[in-house]
């Protein structure tokens, strides 16, 4: 996947890395837009993820996150044509908000939507959530 984004977007440098664990320093972005990048992770590891990019971004930086909505642990043992074992965990959106907020977020957004036609996506309700890492807040005039 890496590869094929750095083909198709030349000016851009894509790496790989853990959510759980970024080789970035405190503070370091400005904002992180985790499209579908928890479906994978178990509760313990998904706490782990959000208070992970909640250190990474600076004070006032955003996260937009996306994910599927429901309570259900869905198994896939084959990924367009590749033998895997995946877990894809949805999660309800009062869950991701309590974690969020934990993690030190100030929940922002919400937007829940039903899904695409079947041939453009998979057939599950979704949620973005857009939260703040509280710290700049600007005052009057100050623009």
Not at 66 to 79: C, N, P, R, T
Not at 95 to 104: N, Y
């Amino acid at each position: 996947m890496v590869k094929r984004a750095g083909k198709l977007n030349p000016g851009i440098e894509f790496s790989t890395g853990d959510i759980r664990a970024l080789d970035v320093p405190d503070g370091a972005w400005a904002g992180v837009a985790a499209f579908y990048a928890i479906v994978n992770l178990p509760t313990g590891d998904l706490d782990l993820a959000l208070r992970e990019m909640h250190r990474v971004l600076q004070p006032g930086g955003c996260l937009l996150l996306s994910f599927h909505l429901g309570e259900e642990v869905a198994h896939v043992e084959d990924l367009w044509g590749c033998p895997v074992s995946l877990d894809f965990y949805f999660r309800r959106t009062s869950e991701i908000t309590d974690g969020l907020r934990a993690a030190g977020f100030a929940v922002e957004e919400i937007t829940e939507r039903e899904p695409y036609a079947p041939e453009i996506e998979y057939q599950s309700r979704r949620a973005y959530i857009l939260a703040r890492k509280p710290g700049l807040e600007l005052k009057g005039d100050s623009l």
